[in-house]
């Protein structure tokens, strides 16, 4: 079982003749994912990766039903994309580019709300049903399938925790990436409730940092909603205030988004935070034999 | 990028924004004419930081004499470690109320959010939380007249101070989306005899947007390290210890520095050299690390899209054409690992397979 996609999952990579987007594409279709078309304005008839290249998102559609896009194109031309792909009726869109404009973003997650569609990004991995399919640019061969819901803020940090998941003998059911930025489409608690209406999902792993409320948020949502058990690390402990720490999410700010903040929430949400990335494996280990 | 205070008042009054009238001066005689001008007037330095009028960067003055020898103490004091190169000398404005208004952006509605109470003029913090209305607007339409009526009801105000704001808000939820603002501030906003006027202006412009507004000037409160980093599009901040910490992706770049805490260590800074670097990246990330002169160096590599070949092949390039002289901690797993591992062990480098391993050693080598 997985949540947001699936094997049967159809979906459409804009801005697929570019060097990330024909990488990944090439990567995705490895890994199982059904990829039905690609979209480069002013390519169409080009083939990549044995992928067709059409103009618009429309004209793919035309002869290509599909669900999701995931979008390679630079930044300043992404809002367009991503209108282009929710107007054309897709319901899942990944935005990988980073910066992307804070006000851009906030465009296209206005959007999406009235076209009832999830936006998963920006700056993000992407999103994985482990063994089934992958819209995202993480190394497919950390996401095996197991009883484990994954979702974070950040890319590396939850390969490494997947990683360690996966030596330990411990798959993944879905892993989804949040993204690093200040607006992004999904929150902890959208993809938390998915996890604990999923009956494959036994334990869930959170992957949180200093910035925004979003950890708070979870942390009320655990408490009042959820019965599964969650593990948490939580990274930017020491990072000083009013600084960047290379997300644009990740500030802390007049006080707010600390680090100190989001543990006690979670914590008092009967959530366990390990101290250590390297921890967060051995809890899970833990809560999946109680249950 | 956050804009000095005079920049600030320049964009609100394009947009109609009352501000009261003022000069920017560069000396103390200038500060001088503009007093003589001007007449009563308040002389404000222009530094970022929020705390200037505490550290005395604020002066009020009757006359040209009085600007003149306040200007000079201004211009020779410290703000966090910031002096003044500009000061923005206003008129005295009759200030019957202080009030406070802002734009910013609500990640978790992710929609822009109006912050308006009647208590301005003091840090927005010690303003009591059910004293500041917060109102989420719609992007898709926009703050509308029935949303600035309904800020007025919940903060309590009526009558003609409401329409003032019913005149006042939309220009500044203008300004802030026209100029993708991350933040636009006005604290105090003056009540006066003549109507509301933005008596200050802090305003922040989203990075990642700047390429649309070519107009604007380009501020940094970087160091100078750090400038040179974001040219060789790095992410790096400082940071003081004595290990420096090289990672790819923001997320384990912070988690690497916890974790050398943890363990007792003192990191240098925080570097992440991104996702799928290639070999010249690398090695520009490595030799602006070793200009630093730390005492060790810890490399904590989970490739993904990042390839360990790669990363190995920056090191050795690095170490022969500059040399390395420092011990090093190397962790290195993922994509293309063992190439990357046969490239160091020709060099005689060991690396390890996990990241607390490679922690502990970088700690203990600075004992």
Known sequence: MSVYINQDTRVLVQGITGRQGSFHTAQMLAYGTKIVGGVSPGKRGQVVEGVPVFDSTFEALESHPADASILFMPAPFAKDGALEALEAGLKIIVLIPESIPLHDAMDIM????QKNAVVVGPNTFGLVSSGSSKIGIMPGRYFVPGPVGVVSRSGTLCYEIVGNLTNDGIGTTTVVGLGGDRVVGLHFVDVLKKFEEDPATETVVLVGEIGGSAEEEAAAYISSSMIKPVIAYLAGRSAPPGKRMGHAGAIIERGRGTFESKVEALSEAGVKVADLPTAVSPLVKNALDKT | MKLYEHMGKELFARCGIPVPRGKLVETVDQAGEAAAELGEVVIKSQVLTGKRGKAGGIAFVSNPGEAKKEAA????????????????????IQIEQELYLALTIDGAARRPLVLASLDGGMDVEEVAEERMIRWPVDNTIGLQDYMVREICRRMGVTGSLQKEFVKFMPKLYRMFREMDAELAEINPLALTPDGLIAADAKVTIDDDALYRHPQLPRITEKTALELK???LDLAYVELGGDIAVMANGAGITMATLDMVQHYGGDPANFLDFGGGADIDKTTQALELL???????????IFGGITRCDVV??????????????LPVSFRLV?????EGRAVLEKEGIKTFNSMDEAVRHAVGLTA
Do not use: C, M, Q, W
């Open chain 1, 110 to 113: 206005a959007y999406a709300r």
């Open chain 2, 73 to 92: 103490r201004i211009f020779d004091l410290k703000f966090d470690g910031l002096t003044t190169e500009k000061l923005l000398v206003e008129e005295k």
């Open chain 2, 229 to 231: 980093a974001e040219e």
């Open chain 2, 290 to 300: 070793l200009a630093t002169a730390p005492k060790v160096l810890l490399i904590n």
């Open chain 2, 312 to 325: 190995a092949e920056a090191f050795v390039r690095v170490k022969e054409n500059k040399g390395i002289e």
């Open chain 2, 334 to 338: 993922g994509t293309n690992e063992s």
